[in-house]
């Protein structure tokens, strides 16, 4: 376990204290202490490299390499368990209003059955965590937060609905843990889930959720995920996880692998999305993230949202420091690698970084000050006390694939 553990930490901090869609740092508990997913028995079997991640036990890898499995998600498809990650649902007539001051979404714009990526803010601006939101009618809303993010977000929610609730609003909340989570991603995920559902996925699109049978289970199916590519998160009751599987991966015929948290991060990455706990933190707001475009119309009108006085004026004005993205030679960058101008001055930091399997080459994100963020901006990397090239370059590093109508 301890080769493992350590590798696991490592990767860990790499991957930030958790996100979306992925993950989170953890001691490296003993396994009795650590949860296991309904899976976790199967992935031993596989050859799941188990890990640490946010208090869980999760694969890491299997048996192929990251740089392979990630090449194959792109090419073909990827299955993961991401049922460390929390599930839960927002009912009652004021659950939209409410959910709308935690967040910069407009959720009350979301045609039923449709959903986007959301930033829950503090009283500063700062990003609380990131969540994919599905507005499943008025009065029932869906979503996802990250397993590291868990603890804190329930807090936050829960005391914020309490005061909510005191005041005449009409909201409760159910968290989904007897549910657990899967996600299919790359071009042949559709093909091969159509076969296990009669919803016409051909006529659902990116973002869009529905309550439909999958394998002879009820799930929450959203046409979504965090690699760039086409794909679906399933949410499925733990009890049929396994048999839903193998359902998936024995329809597949081989054009469906298991795929590990180290692919995940990879893929993100090379798709250009913010990892919480690296390139999102609590004093980071979601325009110096380039995430503006999560922030609805009606809310830049409207605010109401916690923080959005400090929000609303970066958009206005614009934000001092701005996330970009890197090419870079020598070693590939890593979080809190230093960022330097070409006449030598300090702009600011790495937030991710490594190899691309797909392009070959480094890539990173990072923070720099306003006016060094321009794509073409020369820029030094400093690794390990050596400085090297780095040049400002447009994200997603490689072209995302969601399925929008066309």
């Not at 073909?76 to 991401?82: E, I, K, T, W």
């Not at 659902?204 to 049978?213: E, P, Q």
């Not at 998936?248 to 692919?263: D, H, N, P």
């Not at 206005?316 to 090419?327: D, H, K, N, S």
């Amino acid at each position: 376990m301890g080769g493992l553990c350590r590798l696991g930490q490592c990767i860990s901090r790499r991957l930030a204290r958790s996100n979306p869609r992925l993950f989170a740092t953890a001691p490296c508990l003993e396994p009795a202490e650590l949860k296991k997913t309904a899976l976790h028995d199967f992935h031993v079997e596989h050859g799941g490299k188990m890990v640490p991640f946010a208090g869980w036990s999760m694969p890491l890898q299997y048996r192929d390499s990251i740089m392979d499995s990630t090449l194959h998600c792109r090419a073909s498809a990827g299955l993961f368990d991401v049922s460390h990650m929390c599930g839960l649902s927002l009912r009652g007539r004021d659950c939209v209003p409410f959910l709308e001051t935690l967040v910069v979404a407009d959720v009350a714009g979301l045609q039923p059955g449709t959903g986007t990526l959301t930033i829950f803010t503090n009283e500063r601006g700062g990003a609380i965590d990131d969540s994919v939101v599905a507005k499943v009618g008025d009065d029932h809303i869906y979503l996802v937060v990250n397993a590291g993010c868990r603890d804190k977000d329930l807090a936050h929610i829960g005391a914020h609905m309490e005061a909510f609730k005191s005041k005449g609003g009409s909201v409760e909340w159910h968290i989904h843990d007897e549910r657990s989570l899967l996600a299919l991603q790359g071009p042949m995920s559709a093909p091969v889930l159509q076969l296990l559902t009669k919803e016409n996925l051909s006529k659902f699109y990116f973002g869009d959720f529905r309550t439909t049978n999958i394998n002879g289970s009820l799930c929450f199916l959203t046409r979504t995920g965090y690699t760039g590519e086409d794909g679906f998160e399933i949410s499925v009751p733990s009890e049929d996880a396994l048999d839903l599987t193998k359902a998936i991966l024995e329809k597949s015929e081989g054009r469906v692998k298991l795929t590990g948290l180290g692919a995940r991060d990879s893929l993100r990455l090379e798709a250009g999305l913010c990892l919480y706990g690296n390139d999102m933190e609590l004093h980071i707001t979601p325009v110096e993230a380039g995430l503006s475009w999560a922030i609805g119309m009606r809310r830049r009108a409207e605010g109401g949202f916690l923080g959005s006085e400090v929000i609303l004026k970066q958009l206005q004005e614009g934000p001092a420091i701005r996330r970009v993205g890197f090419f870079s030679t020598g070693p590939p960058p890593r979080s809190h690698s230093e960022i330097f101008s070409s006449s030598g001055e300090k702009i600011g930091e790495v937030t991710s970084g490594g190899f691309s399997p797909c392009l070959k080459k480094n890539i990173a994100m990072g923070y720099v000050k306003s006016g060094f963020h321009k794509v073409g901006t020369e820029a030094k990397i400093v690794i390990r006390g050596k400085s090297n090239d780095g040049v400002v370059t447009k994200m997603p590093f490689v072209p995302t694939k969601y399925y929008k109508p066309s």
